[in-house]
């Protein structure tokens, strides 16, 4: 008996291949893949991302802007699930090859997270002009914008809730790679 549950614990610790041959650490935990190992970033995102039908996206205002286009505030509507709001960030007309494989690659790295600390991948819009990278919208904005906002109005309980969820999805993060 001693010797099965020593033998368990090993394989467990080695991991094993999932279906689609990637290594998993223990039963849940995932290894990162690097997109930029695919030759083709649209089958990175496959893997990773789900595709969205443009349809059941709302853009609704403009919030700001980021290195490869315009991020904005819209609903998402998928049938069958309550609606949500979320972020879009969109791919600008004229982009090079280079600049879509960056954009598509970063949805391919946020779509292998899975952490409560770590802003959550809806999916993609591919098929589509403009593409876009849909996440869950954060109310409050960038952690470090509110932070500054809100500046010596938190109880240092807060604030420790605060550093152990940080520090909870760098360490996730970090057990990744």
Same mark, same amino acid.
């Given at each position: 008996i ?5 033998y368990?614990?090993?394989?467990r ?6 279906r ?5 650490m223990?039963?849940?935990?995932? $290894? ?6 695919y ?5 990175? $995102? ?26 904005c ?21 004229g982009?090079?090859?280079?600049q879509?494989?960056?954009f598509?690659?970063?949805a391919?790295i ?5 952490h409560?600390n ?5 999916g ?21 914008s ?7 109005q938190?109880?240092p309980?807060?604030l420790?809730?605060?550093?152990r ?5 760098v360490?996730y ?5």
């Amino acid at each position: 008996i001693v010797g099965v549950i020593c033998y368990r614990r090993r394989r467990r610790r080695r991991g094993v291949t999932d279906r689609t041959g990637h290594y998993q650490m223990g039963q849940t935990m995932k $290894v990162y893949i690097d997109p930029f190992t695919y030759e083709d970033p649209n089958e990175a $995102v496959r893997e990773f991302a789900k595709e969205i039908d443009a349809s059941f996206v709302k853009i609704e205002e403009v919030i700001g802007a980021g290195e490869f286009g315009e991020v904005c505030r819209g609903r998402l509507r998928i049938p069958g699930r309550k609606e949500n709001y979320v972020a879009i960030k969109t791919l600008k007309g004229g982009y090079t090859e280079k600049q879509r494989r960056d954009f598509l690659s970063e949805a391919s790295i946020m779509g292998q997270f899975q952490h409560p600390n770590i802003i959550h991948l809806e999916g993609v819009i591919t098929t589509s002009c403009p593409v876009m990278i849909l996440t869950e919208f954060m109310e409050n904005g960038a952690l470090d914008s509110f932070l500054r906002m809100n500046d010596g109005q938190f109880t240092p309980i807060q604030l420790v809730g605060m550093l152990r969820g940080i520090a909870s999805g760098v360490k996730y993060l970090s057990d990744m790679s």
